[in-house]
């Protein structure tokens, strides 16, 4: 649906993007990134907002350190998951 948001999405993207350079035994391919953070986003509650003023409060609301660990510990499991049985050849 056009004009929502799940703000989850740029928190996981983020992670995502910060984590997969630390891991070179990792694929980090497109593939691999998207089902990452499908896998990571099906297991954290969503936050949809429907305005960039939702988002900024969603996103303050967000930077509390629980928040964060939440988000970091669900990307771990997915890059664990995803890289331990990838969907595509090597």
């Known amino acids: 649906m056009e004009g929502l948001k799940n703000i989850r999405e740029d928190a996981v993207e983020y992670q995502l993007r910060k984590i997969l350079p630390t891991m070179p035994g990792v694929c980090s391919c497109e593939k691999c990134r998207l089902d990452m953070a499908s ?3 099906n ?3 969503p936050q949809y907002v429907r305005t960039d003023a ?3 409060y969603q996103k303050l609301n967000n930077s ?3 928040a964060e660990v939440e ?3 669900t990307v771990i499991d997915a890059i ?3 890289s331990a049985h990838p969907k595509h050849d090597a």
């Open 54 to 56: 939702g988002a900024l």
């Open 43 to 45: 297991r954290l509650s």
């Open 39 to 41: 896998f990571a986003l």
């Open 80 to 82: 664990d998951t995803i």
């Open 71 to 73: 988000v970091l510990k």
């Open 64 to 66: 509390s350190q629980q």
